[in-house]
């Protein structure tokens, strides 16, 4: 996508005050003929698309925004969430933002709090939250709005907490979904796996917890005699979650399919490659460049993609609507729509890697 040009630019290329152009773009008046001709002319030939967000507020005063998330190698979640994100601040660059940006390892409760601590600091006029840890995001949000400072939520919802927005999917329908996969992937009566990431602070990440929720609840309410048990697995040492998990398997031959409540379905993958009489389904979440890889070759069944690009624009989107008008929204929360990708679709979400 083009980047949009902004008003200093147009103002410079009509050789006019950012003033004029900004009262020909509100139709204020007082401006000369000869002023809004040249202005119309330099908008004529950039074809410029009005920005609602870009007004005489936004032109005279800077919004400092601080966006907190975890760190993402390229490729991975948060990466792409971080491409929506860089976006929505390309959409309305117009607006005078200076962007901070505080990552922390998801996988570290310490290393969580430390960011979190850094932001609360920050002077943020608005921040945003990529929330893993639902304890340390409370306390961060309670300083928050005890300073007045709004904030918006990406990928999880952490309750009694007020943000002016939430983005993302339904993790208990999410749930749900992927017990209702594991129940169509494997033979009926076979054994199921939980695998979740260990984390430093043995914390579970919030969105793990109610993904593990809902899958139960599904198999509970629809009657199916399934035996599921639990598994953990280390992203930070891959060696360790290798010999884990082939472990858990020799101890367990009945496992016919596994669920991995995070986007690290590609680690499970990968460790039983080889394996003999693999016939193990895997189900995960996002669409990662590993687990992309896996579903090509069939060592992943199924993965569900929550569109991070798409929550990570429209929080941005949601906290300039606030920094700018300060509405009263009737409603914060707000659900993403899935994407349930096999080997037969991959392809048309080719995008997402490309962009």
């Known amino acids: 996508m083009a980047k949009q040009v902004k008003i200093k630019d147009i103002a410079e290329k009509a050789g006019v005050s950012r003033g004029t152009v900004d009262r020909i773009l509100h139709n204020r008046g007082n401006v000369s003929e000869s002023s809004r001709k040249a202005v119309e002319s330099v908008l004529a030939e950039n074809n410029y698309r009005f920005n609602i967000h870009t007004s005489a507020v936004s032109l005279k ?34 607006i005078s933002i200076e962007c901070t940006y ?9 290393s969580c709090r430390k960011a979190f601590d850094t932001v609360a600091d920050s002077h943020a006029d608005a921040v945003i939250i990529g929330a893993t ?89 629809t009657g199916s005699c399934r035996t599921i048990k639990e598994s953990k697995l280390s992203v930070l040492d891959p060696e360790e979650s290798k010999r884990d998990v082939i ?10 399919g596994i669920a991995v409540l ?10 039983l490659a080889g394996v003999s009489g693999n016939d193990i389904s895997i189900v995960s979440f996002d669409l990662t460049v590993n687990n992309s890889r896996c579903i090509k070759n069939g060592t992943i069944s199924a993965v569900i993609c929550q569109r991070p690009e798409m929550q990570g624009f429209h929080a941005v989107k949601a906290i300039i609507r606030t920094l700018l008008y300060n509405p ?28």
């Open 133 to 221: 840890f639902a304890s340390e995001t409370k306390i961060l949000c309670g300083l928050l709005d005890k300073a007045g400072i709004p904030y918006a939520f990406i990928d999880s919802v952490i309750e009694k907490t007020n943000p002016v927005a939430t983005y993302s999917s339904d993790q208990n329908a999410c749930g749900r979904m992927i017990g209702r996969l594991l129940d169509l992937f494997t033979p009926e009566g076979a054994e199921l796996a939980i695998f979740s990431s260990r984390r430093i602070g043995n914390e579970r990440a919030n969105n793990s917890m109610r993904r593990m929720a809902g899958m139960k609840e599904y198999f509970r309410d």
């Open 102 to 110: 505080v990552y922390y390892n998801q996988f570290d409760i310490f």
């Open 61 to 94: 005063k800077g919004f400092r925004l601080v966006i907190s998330t975890p760190e993402a190698a390229p490729g991975e979640y948060w990466d792409t969430v971080g491409k929506g994100i860089s976006h929505a601040l390309d959409e309305y660059s117009d």
């Open 328 to 355: 009263v929204e009737k409603n914060i929360r707000h659900l993403m729509p899935v994407d349930i990708i096999i080997r037969e679709n991959i392809d048309d979400y080719k995008e997402i890697f490309t962009e």
């Open 247 to 256: 472990e858990f398997m020799e101890k367990n031959p009945k496992v016919k």
């Open 262 to 271: 995070n986007s690290r379905g590609y680690i499970v993958s990968d460790a």
